[in-house]
Nanobody, 118 residues
Framework: QVQLVESGGGLVQAGGSLRLSCTAS????????MGWYRQAPGQQRELVAN???????NYGDFVKDRFSISRDNAKNTVYLQMNSLKPEDTAVYYC????????????WGQGTQVTVSS
């Protein structure tokens, strides 16, 4: 059984910063891509950023150099550094990982709330 445990969400004022972490544990042979998605109330889930095992990154258009994704393969952990936060960044942020165990499959974390006050 594989688990993704997220941490680092919370309440921050506009212009502030937060760092999200997500660690995968369990029966894992390898992790291919890791990433973060977010979902605001009444909105579809959207890509924030993802990163391959080799370190190639991809960001949602709204990020505009404010966020940075990184990972530590030895720790099965992905990070999301979020700077210059805006009220419209308020959402539940979900960690995602493509896990290679006996099979390859997509795993989601439970989500962590990020609230940005104006």
């Amino acid at each position: 059984q594989v688990q993704l445990v997220e941490s680092g969400g919370g309440l921050v004022q506009a212009g502030g910063s937060l760092r999200l972490s997500c660690t995968a544990s369990g029966s894992i042979f390898s992790i291919r891509d890791m990433g973060w998605y977010r979902q605001a109330p009444g909105q579809q889930r959207e890509l924030v950023a993802n990163i391959t095992r080799g370190g190639s990154t991809n960001y949602g258009d709204f990020v505009k150099d404010r966020f940075s994704i990184s990972r530590d393969n030895a720790k099965n952990t992905v990070y999301l550094q979020m700077n210059s936060l805006k009220p419209e960044d308020t959402a539940v942020y979900y960690c995602n990982a493509v896990i290679l165990s006996f099979i390859e499959y997509n795993k989601w974390g439970q989500g962590t709330q990020v609230t940005v006050s104006s």
